[in-house]
């Protein structure tokens, strides 16, 4: 099993800049893959960003390139989503994600979950 916890959401105006971190135990945490999902109420959650093991590879959603930066800290165990020029429809809680070796965009593949965490931005 690996436990994943992210911390850093809370209430941004619109331009600002949030980080999020997602800190992970119970498994060896260079053997997974990160990705960092978003859910806004009555929508589907949806793919934000993600990370391979080495971090040498990273993939975005369209409307977060080139103001979202994720990253890892292998010795930490730690994953971070660096959120800059926020915008309100950046809005709904996030989600950081395990996935045993191969990085993935895709939901349904990956194996571990957090607890979320909520970002609001006001306009």
């Known amino acids: 099993q690996v436990q994943l916890v992210e911390s850093g959401g809370g209430l941004v105006q619109a331009g600002g800049s949030l980080r999020l971190s997602c800190a992970a135990s119970?498994?060896?945490?260079?053997?997974?893959?990160m990705g960092w999902f978003r859910q806004a109420p009555g929508k589907e959650r949806g793919f934000v960003a993600a990370?391979?093991?080495?971090?040498?590879?990273?993939y975005y959603q369209d409307s977060v390139t080139g103001r979202f930066t994720i990253s890892r800290d292998n010795a930490k165990n730690t994953v971070y989503l660096q959120m800059n020029s926020l915008k309100p429809e950046d809005t709904p809680v996030y989600y950081c994600?395990?996935?045993?070796?191969?990085?993935?965009?895709?939901?349904?593949?990956?194996?571990?979950w957090g607890q979320g965490t909520q970002v609001t931005v006001s306009s």
């Open positions: 119970g498994r060896t945490f260079s053997d997974y893959s």
């Open positions: 990370i391979s093991r080495s971090g040498a590879s990273t």
């Open positions: 994600a395990a996935r045993y070796r191969a990085l993935t965009t895709y939901l349904n593949e990956y194996d571990y």
